[in-house]
């Protein structure tokens, strides 16, 4: 599931205009975070990816973003690992991103 909605109206006390704040500051900060954690990547920089991939997770983890989170989960273990095979696991970040970010731009509008 790309978000659970329910899931996250759930951590805010059904506040719909929480949920929207949480939302557009994640689409606001989250391109940084994410281009720091595709440089770790990109340098095989398994202390940078772990700490990269921690700190987005957090983002995913408080946004119920259950895809993404899935895939950064598994960059801060590859992190850990020092696995040097992350060219699937680059492009599964960049496609969880892209729907995550669409997805919430889609619910942006909406509540426009």
């Known amino acids: ?27 606001a900060d989250s391109r ?4 720091n ?3 770790a990547i990109a340098g095989k920089d398994f202390v940078n990816l772990r700490e990269s991939a921690h700190a987005v997770k957090g ?3 408080s946004l119920s973003a259950e895809d993404y989170l899935s895939v ?22 960049d496609i969880a991103y892209e729907k995550l970010t669409n997805k ?6 909406s509540k426009k």
Do not use: T
Request: with cysteine; hydrophobic share 50%; net charge negative.
């Open 1 to 27: 599931m790309i978000f659970n909605e329910s899931d996250l109206l759930e951590k805010v006390g059904g506040l719909e205009d929480l949920m929207v704040e949480m939302i557009e500051v994640f689409l």
């Open 32 to 35: 940084h975070a994410h281009d």
């Open 37 to 39: 954690v595709s440089r």
């Open 59 to 61: 983002a995913a983890l």
């Open 72 to 93: 950064v989960c598994d960059l801060e273990k590859a992190g850990y690992d020092e696995n040097p095979n992350l060219e699937d696991l680059a492009l599964n970040f």
């Open 104 to 109: 919430f731009e889609e619910i942006l509008e």
